[in-house]
């Protein structure tokens, strides 16, 4: 598979659990708060993900956001600019998924879904034509 296709590949993952994310917290009743951070927090780490191999790097199998983020500053600082919305959204990549970790109410997962609409949208902004 060509880069391009690779880059594609991993938008459309990150798109899709946007998509999800969003299905679960709108769509249900009880929302599902739990699965709806964790998926906003994996758009949010493909969309990070696609730029780094949109820039010849191989992401590290890692979900910390900030980390990927200080990645991508390496390659264009204005990433600085998404931070603070990685730090609020690394958390629900691992720690939502367990019972006795964060229990994410629904503001703060409407915040989260916001924040990984953003990050998804800045890294297809980066990225651009390849898509």
């Not at 690779?6 to 969003?22: G, H, M, Q, T």
């Not at 600085?80 to 958390?91: G, K, R, V």
């Not at 629904?106 to 924040?115: F, G, I, P, W």
Request: charged share 25%; net charge negative; proline share 5%.
């Amino acid at each position: 598979m060509s880069e391009t296709k690779i880059v594609r590949e991993w938008l459309r993952y990150a798109n899709n659990d946007l998509i999800v994310a969003k299905h679960c917290f709108e769509e249900f009743n009880p929302k599902q708060t739990e699965i709806s951070a964790y998926h906003a927090q994996q758009c949010a780490e493909k969309s990070l993900k696609a730029y780094l191999i949109y820039k010849d790097v191989d992401p590290p199998r890692i979900h910390d956001l900030k980390i990927l983020c200080k990645m991508c500053r390496e390659y264009d600082d204005t990433f600085s600019a998404i931070e603070i919305l990685c730090a609020h959204l690394t958390p629900f990549g691992v720690a939502v998924r367990y019972p006795d970790e964060i229990a994410p109410n629904e503001s703060m997962v409407a915040t989260a879904l916001r924040d990984a609409r953003q990050v998804y949208d800045f890294c297809l902004a980066k990225i651009g034509s390849v898509v």
